[in-house]
């Protein structure tokens, strides 16, 4: 039997495919002159005055609380590692037992 070349109605068209590979870099154009400067701004406000003798000592009360504060929290963190620490131990002993 011969076969028909005649073509059947033509499909949808397909995803793309992957990009190729980037070309080369273009040539750097033209810089400019630089604009007209602008401007000067309003002045800002004077800072604060240097604080006083009394200020500086509210401030360290205040450090030094945060800093009792602080050794208070390293003291729990301790507290907790060395208890995990005896915990840890105590699994090694059972576990050494355990495979004797």
Not at 18 to 44: F, L, V, Y
Not at 88 to 94: E, L, P, T
């Amino acid at each position: 039997m011969a076969t028909s070349h005649l073509r059947g109605p033509r499909g949808e068209r397909g995803i793309p495919g992957p990009a190729g590979p980037p070309g080369p870099a273009g040539k750097t154009g033209h810089i400019g002159d630089p604009g007209h400067s602008g401007t000067r701004g309003p002045k800002g406000e004077t800072g604060a005055p240097p604080t006083t003798l009394k200020g500086r000592k509210v401030i360290l009360r205040a450090l030094d609380r945060h800093i009792d504060n602080i050794y208070g929290e390293l003291t729990n963190h301790m507290t907790r590692i060395t208890r995990l620490q005896r915990e840890i131990d105590d699994v090694r002993a059972r576990i050494k037992t355990l495979i004797a």
